[in-house]
């Protein structure tokens, strides 16, 4: 694994320096297109840039702002890639997302000319901070999130949006729900008799507390069992990322992040 994952730094190190004069300038006439597009022709912009790699794209029905493009591979279950973007109101983010998502592709397809699995790529132009349209375009159209797993992009909610780093960020954290409930006698009872039966919200209180403790470490059995550490080469690229802890503390009306994170 170790070679692999050298042979595949070193051939994307290799591309990025021989295409980088090229990749600047592509970036930057798509940037200017896509950033004085008007709202009907945000999409195009798009589309010429997917275009000029030999990317073609449909459009969505009923979603106006949709593009999908799609790779041919044996496989029959896809890799959906989501990338939402404001059609209405595109940014250098946007943009930035769109292109990196590109080349990330590109260089995936310099790696393995014959692409293992389907990849699905969706571009959502009315996809930020609107969940409605997301379920409805996910009921009008099903087929489309059909696929065994999904990237979507979350470049833009970490925090570093403004910088020009060249970031595709995946998530970087799951999300635990937990349902509790408490039982206990079958009515209300007065005040004055609370104190001869359990009560319902100590008992959840309790349980709370002992699912996470207060150095942020969760309690459950087995909890950590199947989690893995990163390695030397993915520590090393997390300490190259800008240090945002600062700002976004003093954005949010804190003294310091949680624990008091920083990096």
Same mark, same amino acid.
């Given at each position: 694994m170790d070679d692999f994952l050298s042979f595949t730094q070193e051939t994307i190190?290799?591309?990025l320096h021989t295409h980088l004069a090229s990749i600047q300038s592509t970036f930057t006439q798509f940037a200017h297109a896509f950033l004085?597009?008007?709202?009907q022709h945000t999409t195009h912009a798009i589309q010429t840039l997917l275009q000029q790699h030999g990317l073609s794209t449909h459009n969505i029905p009923n979603a106006t702002d949709c593009l999908a493009f799609e790779t041919q591979a044996t496989s029959t279950q896809p890799l959906l890639l989501y990338t939402p973007y404001q059609a209405s109101a595109p940014t250098v983010e946007h943009a930035r997302t769109i292109f990196v998502t590109l080349m990330a592709l590109r260089i995936y397809q310099h790696l393995f000319p014959q692409l293992p699995f389907?990849?699905? &790529?969706?571009?959502?132009g009315a996809g930020i901070h609107?969940?409605?349209h997301l379920q409805y375009l996910a009921q009008q159209q099903p087929h489309l999130f059909q696929a065994s797993g999904c990237l &979507?992009?979350?470049?833009?909610q970490i925090g570093i949006e403004a910088t020009q780093l060249p970031l595709l960020a995946l998530g970087c954290k799951g999300l635990l729900r !937990?349902?509790?409930t408490a039982h206990t006698a079958n009515a209300a009872l007065p005040l004055m008799q609370s104190a001869l039966v359990p009560d319902a919200l100590w008992r959840l209180t309790w349980a709370l507390n002992? !699912?996470?403790n207060r150095h942020e470490e969760m309690l459950i059995d087995g909890f950590y069992d199947l989690i893995q550490s990163g390695s030397d080469a993915e520590s090393a690229s997390l300490y190259r990322l800008p240090n945002t802890a600062p700002r976004l503390a003093q954005q949010w009306g804190l003294p310091q992040l949680l624990l008091g994170l920083h990096g």
């Open positions: 190190v290799l591309y004085h597009a008007t709202h389907h990849v699905r &790529w969706l571009l959502d609107d969940d409605l &979507w992009d979350a470049t833009g !937990i349902s509790l002992s !699912i996470k």
